[in-house]
């Protein structure tokens, strides 16, 4: 029987089930069956939503970057962009000799999400910005290499949704069973990508 999970990964967790240096994995959350993987991965300075499933024809559908599924990042960024830094990223930048494909990238307000353990350090004369980018694709560090090539570091990094399954109403660690809604949405996805 498949079974369907969403995690709000904390700050400085792996996603994956083991490691030999003994740091704070996914197991360290819940009692998951053994046959259940995580769908892709956020590196450990990453925080938010990440699925997990025994569903390996789901796993490769989301993973699939010609499927260009939409997954959304609050990103808190040192300084300021203006207008002219998000049209580069909305356009795509030049990252490792590749072009990023387009994305969505606004100025948010700063949202009501718990603080980060261990927080960000606070530096008095320096502006922090929350913005909002809703990427197709996934490469490895993407988010945090197109602030950079624009000139603003990445702070913090929040993945919030991928397609319509959203950290809503969850808080870091939490660990919950995707409802009727979510996995039909997902099942609609994978015959749409056939």
């Not at 892709?40 to 993973?63: F, I, P, Y």
């Not at 990103?75 to 300021?80: D, K, L, N, P, Y």
């Not at 603080?115 to 197709?136: A, C, D, G, S, Y």
């Amino acid at each position: 029987m498949y079974q369907y999970y969403k995690i709000y990964k904390p700050y400085g967790m792996l996603s994956q089930f083991t490691d030999a240096g003994g740091r704070l994995t996914l197991k360290n959350l819940h009692d998951f069956s053994r046959d259940i993987y995580p769908v892709g991965r956020l590196d450990a300075d990453s925080e938010g939503l990440l699925l997990l499933t025994n569903d390996k024809a789901l796993t490769d559908t989301l993973l699939n970057p010609s499927n260009k599924h939409k997954r959304e990042y609050w990103v808190q960024v040192e300084g300021r962009p203006d207008t002219k830094d998000l049209m580069k990223l909305e356009k795509g930048v030049l990252i490792k000799g590749r072009q990023t494909l387009p994305a969505l990238a606004e100025i948010m307000p700063d949202p009501a999400i718990p603080l980060r353990v261990p927080p960000i350090r606070f530096r008095k004369n320096i502006t922090e910005t929350w913005i909002r980018i809703v990427l197709t694709e996934g490469k490895n560090r993407q988010v945090r290499r197109m602030t950079a090539a624009i000139g603003y570091p990445t702070l913090r990094l929040i993945r919030v949704r991928i397609e319509n399954i959203s950290l809503k109403n969850m808080n870091p660690g939490d660990v919950k069973a995707l409802d009727d809604t979510e996995i039909m949405h997902l099942k609609e996805l994978q015959k749409a990508a056939k």
